[in-house]
């Protein structure tokens, strides 16, 4: 049924990589071809795990530092959108929890929801460099 877990996350991994594109539009428009190339790693992760699930044959970010602050709206709307991808991201990991969580409780692909975590620190990452002007328009 299209109700089941899975099928939804699948669903939830597409919209990712839908608003994934509708960032490195946003970063095109700017001139930051570091940006575009950046996010194009997460666009092949939410790919892979739409298509196989477990990335392991993927480069994926490694554990960054994590790294928080304020967003408002003078950030622009490169970061806002960054913002909403991490937002994504984040509600994708909620839903692949859902449909990745046995009846005893265990999560069986727990490298998946690795890998979440992973990209929404990363988007952060990105955020901060958008912020301290990291990206030279190309």
Same mark, same amino acid.
């Given at each position: 049924?299209?109700?089941?877990?899975?099928?939804?996350?699948?669903?939830?991994?597409?919209?990712?990589?839908?608003?994934?594109?509708?960032?490195? @539009?946003?970063?095109?428009?700017?001139?930051?071809?570091?940006? !575009? #190339?950046?996010?194009? %790693?997460? +666009?092949?992760? *939410?790919?892979?795990?739409?298509?196989?699930?477990?990335?392991?044959?993927?480069?994926?970010?490694?554990?960054?530092?994590?790294?928080?602050?304020?967003?408002?709206?003078?950030?622009?709307? @490169?970061?806002?959108?960054?913002?909403?991808?991490?937002?994504? !991201? #984040?509600?994708?990991? %909620?839903? +692949?929890?859902? *449909?990745?969580?046995?009846?005893?409780?265990?999560?069986?692909?727990?490298?998946?929801?690795?890998?979440?975590?992973?990209?929404?620190?990363?988007?952060?990452?990105?955020?901060?460099?958008?912020?301290?002007?990291?990206?030279?328009?190309?």
């Amino acid at each position: 049924p299209n109700d089941h877990p899975e099928i939804k996350l699948r669903g939830q991994l597409d919209t990712l990589h839908g608003e994934v594109l509708k960032v490195q @539009l946003l970063a095109s428009e700017a001139g930051f071809s570091d940006l !575009i #190339e950046e996010l194009e %790693l997460i +666009a092949r992760c *939410s790919q892979f795990m739409q298509e196989s699930r477990l990335p392991s044959k993927l480069a994926y970010p490694s554990e960054t530092e994590v790294v928080t602050f304020s967003i408002d709206y003078q950030m622009g709307a @490169l970061v806002i959108a960054l913002n909403q991808l991490r937002l994504m !991201i #984040e509600q994708t990991s %909620l839903m +692949a929890y859902e *449909s990745l969580k046995e009846a005893d409780g265990t999560i069986k692909e727990v490298e998946l929801l690795e890998v979440l975590t992973k990209l929404a620190r990363f988007c952060w990452k990105l955020m901060d460099n958008v912020n301290k002007g990291k990206y030279k328009k190309r």
